[in-house]
């Protein structure tokens, strides 16, 4: 009789859960699963997830969370154990305290016999000092350490050696990955205008600004300045450019900022200068809000990087970002499709550059598509991650650690 196969073990925040992370796993698993169809994936996640396989027992209002999560690891035994890490994602706080992840750390401990292998969304440039010691605590416990782009892990060598810490050599580095296979004919966008009911714009250029709203994301940024903008573009060019707005909140916390960034929008929807849909940035819809734009403003004041971005990539829609701004700069630098703005003058200058000129639109698009085609595609991507999962497993059956070279 054949040994029954192990499953992949994945820990995150899954959907329906309003949230980047949830989002981004979904879809990687998705192609994970593509990629070792035999092998069995379960998913650990908080209360308010679902789906086949899917296991949502992660309360962090429990102080002990970790431990029915590390006795369902233990039960489930398997092959390897794939774990998305955000800070908000395993806080437990008490008293109005955070434990400052210690639950997770605690988590990792419990998990020790198995490969774990971890991927942090947020690893800063500059760290706080207390994500310089849970950093140290994560690259101490886990088998394998993802990160996301080249200067987070060359950074920490500068971080570490300030505080007299030896940097492991546990770290590699896979960026976010993006699909090729959700690009759009030209032929098929006046289709996809009329699924989201903009009809009415068919043959009108639209800037996008699309993805969830919170305060972190700055629309106020665009909004304050789009009516200066589509001004300037009509004068240049004679075409009538609308902003569209798309998007939804999942914080409560951030409703000030929605409530003012929607008000800002009415006052352009009324001037018929903007649109705004509303909708939840997950999906086949996400992919399809972003084809219909020309091109798409990027504004954020903290990431490292972008779900957002990923769904630009993957679409081959040039750009405009925030710089400098961690991973949307780093991305940015290396797939060469986008333009960045430091202040309000800048983003004017650039987002009406762009508009003004289909042949640079053209250019950045291709810079995409190399990018997408050669770098950051899902299936070049998932092959790293199964590579990962073997060197953990190597790894923990030696007793070596595992060693990745460092970029300089």
């Known amino acids: 009789m054949q040994e029954k196969m192990k499953p992949l073990v994945a820990i995150s925040s899954y959907p329906p859960r309003p949230c980047g992370i949830a989002t981004f796993f979904e879809e990687a698993l998705e192609f994970i699963h593509k990629h070792m169809?035999?092998?069995?994936?379960?998913?650990?996640?908080?209360?308010?997830?679902?789906?086949?396989?899917?296991?949502?027992?992660?309360?962090?209002?429990?102080?002990?969370?970790?431990?029915?999560?590390?006795?369902?690891?233990?039960?489930?035994?398997?092959?390897?154990?794939?774990?998305?890490?955000?800070?908000g994602l395993y806080r437990h706080a008490e008293n109005g305290t955070s434990d400052?992840?210690?639950?997770?750390?605690?988590?990792?401990?419990?998990?020790?016999?198995?490969?774990t292998v971890v991927e942090p969304h947020t690893v800063h440039g500059r760290l706080r000092e207390r994500e310089e010691v849970f950093i140290k605590g994560?690259?101490?416990?886990?088998?394998?350490?993802?990160?996301?782009?080249?200067?987070?892990?060359?950074?920490?060598?500068?971080?570490?050696r300030e505080g007299d810490w030896k940097l492991p050599g546990n770290i590699t580095v896979i960026p976010h990955g993006a699909r090729a296979d959700r690009r759009y004919g030209d032929h098929e966008i006046d289709g996809i205008k009329d699924e989201l009911d903009l009809a009415e714009f068919k043959g009108r250029r639209i800037v996008g600004l699309v993805g969830w709203i919170q305060s972190n994301k700055r629309w106020d940024m665009v909004l304050d300045c789009w009516e200066d903008i589509q001004q300037a573009i009509r004068r240049i060019t004679g075409e009538n450019w609308l902003l569209f707005a798309a998007g939804d909140m999942r914080d409560p916390r951030h409703k000030p900022d929605f409530d003012k960034y929607r008000a800002m929008l009415d006052e352009l929807v009324e001037k018929r200068l903007a649109r705004f849909l509303r909708f939840s940035p997950r999906g086949d819809i996400y992919y399809k809000v972003m084809a219909i734009c020309d091109f798409v403003i990027l504004p954020s004041i903290d990431e490292t990087q972008s779900g957002t971005l990923a769904r630009i990539i993957a679409l081959n829609k040039p750009y405009v970002t925030t710089a400098p701004m961690e991973g949307l700069t780093?991305?940015?630098?290396?797939?060469?499709?986008?333009?960045?703005?430091?202040?309000?003058?800048?983003?004017?200058?650039?987002?009406?550059?762009?508009a003004c000129d289909e042949g640079l639109r053209r250019e950045l698009g291709e810079s995409l598509k190399w990018y997408l085609e050669n770098r950051v595609s899902w299936d070049i991507v998932v092959p790293r991650y199964l590579q990962v999962y073997e060197d953990a497993r190597q790894a923990k059956a030696t007793g070596k650690p595992a060693e990745y070279p460092p970029e300089f």
Request: overall charge negative; some cysteine.
């Open 330 to 354: 780093s991305q940015t630098l290396e797939n060469e499709g986008g333009l960045l703005f430091t202040n309000k003058e800048s983003l004017k200058k650039k987002a009406i550059r762009l």
């Open 37 to 87: 169809p035999e092998r069995p994936v379960h998913i650990i996640c908080h209360t308010d997830g679902e789906g086949e396989n899917t296991h949502p027992i992660i309360d962090t209002s429990k102080k002990n969370w970790y431990e029915s999560v590390a006795q369902l690891v233990k039960e489930l035994d398997p092959y390897a154990v794939h774990i998305q890490h955000e800070y």
């Open 138 to 160: 994560l690259l101490d416990r886990a088998t394998v350490v993802i990160l996301k782009c080249d200067y987070q892990k060359w950074r920490l060598s500068w971080t570490f």
């Open 100 to 115: 400052n992840n210690e639950g997770f750390l605690r988590l990792l401990d419990l998990l020790d016999a198995y490969p």
